[in-house]
């Protein structure tokens, strides 16, 4: 747990770095982050963004890393369906993927 509280502080403290060395502008981070450019300088200079604001900007800025979790997360999901018996029949899934198409 102790290295998972590490790395959070880590990508905190370097965020800023992390920001400007993005192909994104900053203007991009303030749209989609749904701040005011003056509150997101003051939050970038106090590293002092929300969990809620960090998650957003590590989707912008490490979207590799970002799909891979999506997955594991799908996956983990699935196994969880499968465990607990939420699961269709490969015919009833094929029978709404042709619907879904037709529609």
Same mark, same amino acid.
């Given at each position: 747990?102790?290295? $998972? /509280?590490y790395g @959070?502080?880590n990508?905190?403290?370097? $965020?800023d770095? @992390?920001? !400007?060395?993005?192909?994104?502008?900053k203007? @991009?981070? &303030?749209?989609?982050?749904? $701040?005011s #450019?003056a509150t997101?300088y003051?939050k970038?200079?106090?590293?002092?963004?929300? $969990?809620?604001?960090? /998650?957003i900007?590590?989707n &912008?800025?490490?979207?590799?890393e970002?799909? /891979?979790?999506e997955i594991?997360?799908?996956?983990?999901?699935?196994?969880?369906?499968?465990k607990n018996?939420?699961?269709?029949?490969?015919?009833?899934?094929? !029978?709404?993927v042709r619907k879904?198409? #037709?529609?």
């Amino acid at each position: 747990m102790l290295d $998972i /509280v590490y790395g @959070y502080q880590n990508l905190l403290q370097n $965020i800023d770095r @992390y920001i !400007d060395d993005s192909k994104f502008k900053k203007a @991009y981070f &303030i749209e989609q982050l749904g $701040i005011s #450019r003056a509150t997101f300088y003051n939050k970038v200079k106090k590293k002092n963004f929300t $969990i809620d604001e960090m /998650v957003i900007l590590s989707n &912008i800025l490490f979207p590799e890393e970002a799909k /891979v979790f999506e997955i594991k997360e799908a996956l983990r999901a699935s196994r969880e369906d499968s465990k607990n018996g939420r699961t269709k029949a490969h015919e009833e899934v094929m !029978d709404n993927v042709r619907k879904k198409l #037709r529609a």
